[in-house]
């Protein structure tokens, strides 16, 4: 069975500095790995996902991930976090070993920006 | 603008009462899906559907049910059965359910038992 855990529920950081979300995963064959954002009372928003290739991946509002096989992490990162990043990130992978696989969600980190 | 469309917002059910929440996406997505979240539990798949006129029960499928008479359309109706039927559930499509491809949510309905 495949899992992902997001190891703290809530990340601090002050406005400016870099920022990481912790992400770690077990699937069976190789993985597809993917960011959401949630803002309070709202939907999951795309941010990035890993499909295969280049191991560090670029994605919207300057959000980036490295995906690490050996580590198996795909870890959340922004080089200067802004006020407006406050939210919940949900890291998300499915296995792509062969048939239906559904996606298989963390229980997400609550990320707090201070000013 | 193509996404996802989930009605309404907000749900009030008293008990031994069952309700049904819309889900309709204009993105020609095969697949799509119906996700359960509480506070501190992440996401749970209620129902997810293939293709039309085929649906597979999640890993929380006791107490709800699902139709997928039309490609653009994937009701979800909450039961008298389920009996702790208040949080939050998300609706989503995507193109392919066997690849890389991203899943797309819509914004949420809130079901409240009153």
């Known amino acids: 069975a495949q899992s992902v855990a997001q190891p703290e529920d809530q990340v601090n950081v002050a406005e400016g500095n870099p920022l990481t979300v912790k992400c770690t995963y077990s699937?069976?064959?190789?993985?597809?790995l993917f960011w959401y954002v949630q803002y309070p009372n709202r939907g999951l928003q795309f941010l990035l996902k890993?499909?295969?290739?280049?191991?560090l991946v670029k994605g919207s509002y300057g959000f980036e991930a490295e995906f690490n096989k050996s580590q198996t992490s795909f870890h959340l990162k922004k080089p200067s976090a802004l006020v407006s990043d406050s939210a919940l990130y949900f890291c998300a992978v499915r296995d792509h070993s062969g048939g239906y696989q559904k996606v298989t969600f963390g229980i997400g980190t609550k990320l707090q920006v201070i000013p | 603008d193509g996404g996802i469309t989930q009605s309404p917002k907000y749900l009030f059910r008293k008990e031994g009462q069952n309700v049904t929440l819309s889900c309709e996406q204009n993105l020609n997505h095969d697949a799509m899906y119906w996700y359960r979240q509480d506070p501190g539990q992440g996401l749970r798949l209620i129902y997810y559907s293939q293709i039309v006129n085929d649906f597979q029960k999640g890993d929380i499928a006791e107490g709800y049910s699902v139709s997928r008479e039309k490609k653009e359309s994937f009701p979800l109706t909450v039961t008298s059965a389920q009996k702790n039927p208040t949080a939050f559930y998300l609706c989503?499509?995507?193109?392919?359910?066997?690849?890389?491809?991203?899943?797309?949510f819509g914004e949420g309905s809130w079901l409240t038992v009153v």
């Open positions: 989503a499509s995507t193109s392919g359910a066997k690849s890389g491809n991203t899943i797309y």
């Open positions: 890993y499909i295969t290739g280049d191991n």
């Open positions: 699937v069976s064959g190789n993985p597809y």
